[in-house]
Structure formats: structure tokens, C-alpha cells
């Protein structure tokens, strides 16, 4: 089945680590896409990339890190720079158009 | 002001009630206009699809927008407590990749 696996579900971080969240799709969508949410505040941009080797700093890009060296895979690293990292990520993807997003599963990311 | 508003609720029912799900949006471009459903800590999975103004039907889901009052809606009918969730609503517009922007969602409670 085609879809999209962010992997771990869970994360616990120690202050000062840097940790990186997994996605992978099978769906060959061009665009992918990191959200972070936050109780109360909705879906916050982070990083998005529309093709391999090229990525753009959606709103809330500071304390984070991406790549994309595969069509299939766009990981994201959280780093010791992002003070307040708590909170629930997901990774997106679409293709060219207007036709949706397909959701991950998310990774629900503690600071310990 | 957002680009999109939506009431974060909660919204409290009894079972079988018919539910009224709402966003205002502000960006005239838009004209692809989605709701996503969300069940606590999961991923948004896209639930109804609309393109311009009309009505879209699907089971006891029906989806609204009314261009010209930059209004779109969401019906639930017979509500059951397994449409428990968070409702965001996801509107874009224009050519080629299109970022998707999203209300902040209002969760929905079923009673039985």
C-alpha cells in the first residue's frame, strides 16, 4: 500500500542533542513537507522541499534541519537550537496541483 | 488577521445531531478548498474535496464554500462517536505546487 512512514513514533530528547525524525513515502510525490503542532495553534510550516536536492524555510525553519537526497525520503533533524522542541511532528507530501496532502502518522517528540 | 480562521471549539453534541463545521478565509485566489480529519495523535487524513463554489456530497459528510462570502462549511449528519476528532479545514489556489494553507481545527465531541 502506498502511504507515508515517519518513523519513530516516539522521540525523547536530552537537552543539548540534536535528534532526527524519518520520513519516507512511496506515493512518488514530488513535494514533501514538516508541520509541526502545538496544542491550541494548529499547523505550523517548518521546512518544505518540492524536488530532490532543493528544500525551503517554511515559518518556523530556526532549530531545524533538513535533506533531501532521495525522492522517497526527507528526514528532519531537530537541533540543540530549537529551545522549546516538544511537541507533535508530521511529514506531508503531495504532487504538483491542488490536490491534497498525504499525512504521516507523526512523531511525538519530549524533551527529557 | 489569518489567512484562515476557524473556531477551535471543543463542540459538544449528543449522538445523531447534525454538526456545523465552519473556516472563513480572507485570499480570494483560493478555490481548492479541503477538510482533514484527525483523530487524537494521528495524522490528518483529507476527508472532502471541493473545487470553487457548490456543494459535495459523500455519505453523511457534506462540504459547502460560498466564494463570495469567503465561507466554506462542513455538514455532519447522524453524528456518531467515532467522528470524535479535530476537523481542520485547508484551502489553496493557483498553479503548479500549491502550499496548502490550514485553519487551526475545531474539535469535535460525540456523546453517545
Known amino acids: 500500500d502506498g502511504g507515508i512512514t515517519q518513523s519513530p513514533k516516539y522521540l525523547f530528547r536530552k537537552e543539548g542533542q540534536n535528534v532526527t525524525l524519518s520520513c519516507e513515502q512511496n506515493?512518488?510525490?514530488?513535494?514533501m513537507y514538516w508541520y509541526r503542532q502545538d496544542p491550541g495553534q494548529g499547523l505550523r510550516l517548518i521546512y518544505y522541499s518540492q524536488i530532490v536536492n532543493d528544500f525551503q524555510k517554511g515559518d518556523i525553519a530556526e532549530g531545524y534541519s533538513v535533506s533531501r537526497e532521495k525522492k522517497e525520503s526527507f528526514p528532519l533533524t531537530v537541533t540543540s537550537a530549537q529551545k522549546n522542541p516538544t511537541a507533535f511532528y508530521l511529514c506531508a507530501s503531495s504532487n504538483r496541483g491542488n490536490y491534497g496532502y498525504t499525512f504521516g502518522s507523526g512523531t511525538r517528540l519530549t524533551v527529557v | 488577521q489569518k489567512e484562515v480562521e476557524q473556531d477551535p471549539g471543543p463542540l459538544s453534541v449528543p449522538e445523531g445531531a447534525i454538526v456545523s463545521l465552519n473556516c472563513t478565509y480572507s485570499?480570494?485566489?483560493?478555490?481548492?478548498f479541503m477538510w482533514y480529519r484527525q483523530y487524537s495523535r494521528k495524522g490528518p487524513e483529507l476527508l472532502m474535496y471541493?473545487?470553487?463554489?457548490g456543494n459535495k456530497e459523500d455519505g453523511r459528510f457534506t462540504a459547502q464554500v460560498d466564494k463570495s462570502s469567503k465561507y466554506i462549511s462542513l455538514f455532519i449528519r447522524d453524528s456518531q462517536p467515532s467522528d470524535s476528532a479535530t476537523y481542520l479545514c485547508a484551502m489553496s489556489g493557483g498553479t503548479g505546487f500549491q502550499k496548502l494553507v490550514f485553519g487551526t481545527g475545531t474539535r469535535l465531541l460525540v456523546s453517545p
Open positions: 485570499n480570494s485566489a483560493f478555490q481548492y
Open positions: 506515493l512518488n510525490h514530488d513535494a
Open positions: 471541493t473545487y470553487s463554489s
